[in-house]
């Protein structure tokens, strides 16, 4: 992955102090050890900033005028875009109760006033090192996703089918209450899901149906090679088995494992939902789109025929027809 990363740029720094001889003072120390840093004096010029360039970490001082440390952390932890930079909060000597209601704004870290130099430097390079290894994850990931499209590209009769299928298997995750870690894993999903496609030649990829049964076998190792290739990274772990089982059938007549209605786990069966209503609403050599009430009249009848999840058919059009209200 090092190599991936070569030319990186340097990692810098925001702090966000009111105190001007504090802010001052912690960005000379840290200029000085070669940190590029910015001094900002409050949270309203703390946003105006990480918009105009995000910094690999925050040093944030609790008591502003105006929006507090606090209110701003929970701010930044609660945004998918920021959530991943580390922050360390700055708090008084009564440190107690600040550091709990840090914990609960999601704080990374804390430092207490009068900021001593050794504890600065020591809090800045751990929490610099691990998030310059969660880019590195995120490069990895963002890799895999532009493989995914990349497989998406070679089939012309599919574009855009890994963002709708990324945003209806997060939506439909969301829709029936599944836990935050599990929806991020289905938006991945929506990209990934046929990454082992990669290995199946043009000709087999572009003939859509009729394959024969040579072919056929082919085509069916691409959820097992998908999953071979996603296993190393342990930021996937969750997306692994929505690559794997996303071709399998309630009935036990899908593929690879022939797994039937309870072995399959919850995250492919939600993406399989997503998958099989996009490929139904979109045009192919061999079939004309249906329209979205021709669609649900296909799924509900393919899911009672043992193919489908019921329940989550069910849920899934509720899902749409809300969507379709609030719009
Ligand atoms: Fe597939």
Request: aromatic fraction near 4%.
């Amino acid at each position: 992955m090092g190599d991936l990363l070569a030319g990186r740029r340097k990692q810098s720094i925001l702090v966000v102090e009111d105190n001007p001889v504090n802010a001052a003072l912690m960005k000379e120390l840290l200029s000085r050890r070669g940190y590029p840093t910015i001094a900002v004096q409050s949270a309203a010029a703390a946003e105006a900033e990480i918009r105009r360039e995000p910094p690999d970490l925050i040093l944030l001082d609790v008591i502003m005028p105006g929006k507090s440390g606090y209110e701003l952390c929970r701010e930044l932890k609660e945004d998918s875009k920021t959530r991943l930079i580390p922050i360390v909060l700055i708090t008084g000597l009564s440190a107690r109760e600040d550091r709990l209601k840090g914990i609960e704004a999601g704080a990374d870290d804390f430092l207490t006033k009068p900021i001593s130099a050794e504890e600065l430097f020591a809090r800045v390079s751990s929490l610099l090192k691990l998030k310059e290894f969660t880019d590195e994850l995120e490069t990895a990931d963002s890799v895999l996703c532009t493989l995914g499209r990349s497989v998406e590209a070679r089939d012309p009769y599919t574009e855009g089918h890994c963002e709708r299928l990324a945003r209806n298997a997060a939506d439909l995750g969301r829709y029936i209450g599944v836990d935050d870690e599990s929806i991020v894993a289905l938006g991945r999903g929506g990209y990934l899901h046929d990454l082992g496609k990669i290995a199946v030649p043009d000709e087999i990829l572009k003939k859509g149906s009729d394959l024969t049964p040579a072919e056929w076998e082919i085509m069916k190792q691409h959820p097992v090679t998908g999953e071979t290739i996603c296993r190393p990274l342990k930021s996937l772990r969750l997306v692994l088995p929505i690559i794997r089982y996303h071709h399998e059938h309630s009935d036990g007549s899908g593929y690879p494992d022939g797994l039937r209605a309870g072995e399959i786990p919850l995250l492919p069966r939600i993406l399989q939902v997503a998958d099989i209503y996009d490929a139904l609403r979109t045009a192919r050599p061999y079939k004309p789109a249906l329209d979205h009430e021709q669609a649900a009249v296909t799924m509900c009848a393919e899911a009672r025929s043992g193919l489908w999840d019921e329940d989550l058919v069910s849920e899934f059009f509720g899902m749409l027809d809300k969507r379709q209200q609030v719009a």
